[in-house]
Nanobody, 122 residues
């Protein structure tokens, strides 16, 4: 079974940092792009970032560009999301997911697991 587990969330003041972790299992990790999306109460799901497995290309939503950095360690089947200069509007549940585009990022998601709550206070 494909399993993805996001962790590392928490409560932080505006301007602070958090590092999210995505642990994956049940599939050939280095064959797939992995993305992060977030869901805030009453808001639509928003794609945050994605990293391809083919060449390490990265993509970011305009709302997080310059503040968030995605990376992956294929030896550990793990993807990281470093979040700096956090803002109250970043408050959401964050999920990591496989991209159905295979090794390339398409902005779509087809498998994800439990998310991790990020709360940024003003």
């Amino acid at each position: 079974d494909v399993q993805l587990q996001a962790s590392g969330g928490g409560l932080v003041q505006a301007g602070g940092s958090l590092r999210l972790f995505c642990a994956a299992s049940g599939f050939t990790f280095d064959d797939y792009a992995i993305g992060w999306f977030r869901q805030a109460p009453g808001k639509e799901r928003e794609g945050v970032s994605c990293i391809s497995s083919s060449d390490g290309s990265t993509y970011y939503a305009d709302s997080v560009k310059g503040r968030f950095t995605i990376s992956r360690d294929d030896a550990k089947n793990t993807v990281y999301l470093q979040m700096n200069n956090l803002k109250p509007e970043d408050t959401a549940v964050y999920y990591c997911a496989t991209d159905p585009g295979g090794s390339w990022c398409t902005g779509e998601y087809n498998h994800w697991g439990p998310g991790t709550q990020v709360t940024v206070s003003s």
